[in-house]
Antibody, heavy 122, light 110 residues
Framework: QVTLKESGPALVQATQTLTLTCTFS??????????VTWIRQPPGKALEWLARIDWDDDKFYSTSLKTRLTISKDTSKNQVVLKMTNMDPVDTATYYCGRTYSSTSGDGMDVWGQGTTVTVSS | QSVLTQPASVSGSPGQSITISCTGS?????????VSWYQQHPGKAPKLMIYDVNNRPSGVSNRFSGSKSGNTASLTISGLQPEDEADYYC??????????FGGGTMLTVL
């Protein structure tokens, strides 16, 4: 069974750096075609794509946020970490991580974590 | 403002069919066959309904189908059921080597 779970601080101060961890099980991020993506959703608003890391360590970032984001993986720990610098109240959102396995879901994210809510205080 | 344009809302009666559009450009929807659709119920994580324009993941009802024409992708839901009431989002790969979501569409089953 494939599961993912996001973790991180529920509250951060403006200008601080947010570190979120996606811990997964049921698959290996060293398997060809495996990918993990982070997205977010501000309260009452649309989904926003943030970043993706692939089995071969390729990394992709939102064009509007790329200067603030860093994604990395620890295959031995089954974790993907997202760092976002210079947090602002507009970054208040629920952050989700999702898995893509090209063999079964092409470019789509077929399994998601439950999400973690982050509030940025000014 | 999202790069991909979706109608804010659509509605239909049980048993009817509805279509949700997702309009982009040649730099995203029109240029690649990497359009996915997600269903999201309130307070829940998104659920993949269609990937790579017109492919259904295992376990997704065949009432859901996807297509693309030019710069517009579409999600069609046939035989509407009350449980289909949710928000729907499209997402596409872009020429910026990134992905972008649409603004989302609220589906109401009357």
């Amino acid at each position: 069974q494939v599961t993912l779970k996001e973790s991180g601080p529920a509250l951060v101060q403006a200008t601080q750096t947010l570190t979120l961890t996606c811990t997964f099980s049921g698959f290996s991020l060293s398997t060809r075609g495996m990918r993990v993506t982070w997205i977010r959703q501000p309260p009452g608003k649309a989904l926003e794509w943030l970043a993706r890391i692939d089995w071969d360590d390729d990394k992709f970032y939102s064009t509007s946020l790329k200067t603030r984001l860093t994604i990395s993986k620890d295959t031995s720990k089954n974790q993907v970490v997202l760092k976002m610098t210079n947090m602002d109240p507009v970054d208040t959102a629920t952050y989700y991580c999702g898995r893509t396995y090209s063999s079964t879901s092409g470019d789509g994210m077929d399994v998601w974590g439950q999400g973690t809510t982050v509030t940025v205080s000014s | 403002q999202s790069v991909l344009t979706q109608p804010a809302s659509v509605s239909g009666s049980p048993g009817q069919s509805i279509t949700i559009s997702c309009t982009g450009s040649s730099r995203d929807v029109g240029g690649y066959n990497y359009v996915s659709w997600y269903q999201q119920h309130p307070g829940k994580a998104p659920k993949l309904m269609i990937y790579d324009v017109n492919n259904r993941p295992s376990g997704v009802s065949n009432r859901f189908s996807g297509s693309k024409s030019g710069n517009t992708a579409s999600l069609t839901i046939s035989g509407l059921q009350p449980e289909d009431e949710a928000d729907y989002y499209c997402i596409s790969y872009t020429s910026s080597i990134s992905w972008v979501f649409g603004g989302g569409t609220m589906l109401t089953v009357l």
